[in-house]
């Protein structure tokens, strides 16, 4: 199958090919501009941003925000090309809006792949898109709530700031608990390893 990304001024998506988006980074107040997976390393892809930012996202470490970012140029990234020399080199071409053209050498740790990575990126995506289609069956089949079409519908109560800021603490430290189990189960964390939860 094959992966896409998509990029939409400050937000940026992965999905496979006829399937809805199974990755969707949150919005960035900086557009994004040039985008390219990694030869080497299936859970790797590299970010250009309009502020010559370079976003170097590692599926394997983390999925809701970069593993790294490093400025290259004082005008926007417009093409980001990678090139594999060799199993011991790669490279990064990158060009920015001034045309200037910036050779880089991607290092060891993004350009070696882990022990059955592709296997575990592959069991990873299989699993957002069951997670993805167990969603939608699910408000598929959910019934419709409300009166009928002649009578006005009531406006659920709005929360309060606390309430919402409770809500969201409790959403986030939900996923950083899932995350931690993902990480557990591929080997690159220790179970006794604590969650940096928000209070």
């Known amino acids: 199958k094959q992966w896409y990304q998509r990029r939409v001024r400050g937000?940026?998506?992965?999905?496979?090919?006829?399937?809805?988006?199974?990755?969707?980074c949150s919005r960035s107040p900086v557009k994004f501009t040039a985008a390219c997976w990694s030869p080497t390393r299936p859970g790797v892809f590299f970010i250009g941003r309009e502020d010559g930012n370079i976003d170097v996202w590692d599926l394997m470490d983390r999925s809701h925000e970069p593993s790294m970012s490093q400025n290259i140029s004082s005008s926007a990234i417009t093409s980001l090309v990678p090139y594999r020399v060799s199993t011991k080199q790669v490279l990064l071409g990158v060009g920015d809006d001034f045309g200037t053209l910036h050779i880089l050498e991607v290092p060891w740790s993004l350009r070696q792949p882990s022990a059955n990575e592709v296997a575990n990126m592959s069991a990873y995506f299989d699993r957002e898109c069951s997670r993805i289609d167990y969603y939608k069956e699910r408000e598929a089949n959910r019934p419709s709530a409300g009166a009928g079409p002649s009578e006005p519908a009531i406006p659920l109560p709005l929360e309060t700031d606390e309430e919402?800021?409770?809500?969201?603490?409790?959403?986030?430290?939900?996923?950083?608990?899932?995350?931690?189990?993902?990480?557990?189960?591929?080997?690159?964390?220790?179970?006794d390893e604590p969650v940096a939860l928000v209070h």
Do not use: A, C, P
């Open 11 to 24: 937000s940026l998506s992965v999905w496979r090919e006829g399937e809805s988006e199974i990755l969707q």
């Open 164 to 191: 919402e800021e409770e809500r969201l603490k409790k959403s986030f430290n939900s996923y950083l608990n899932m995350e931690k189990d993902f990480l557990v189960k591929l080997g690159l964390k220790r179970d």
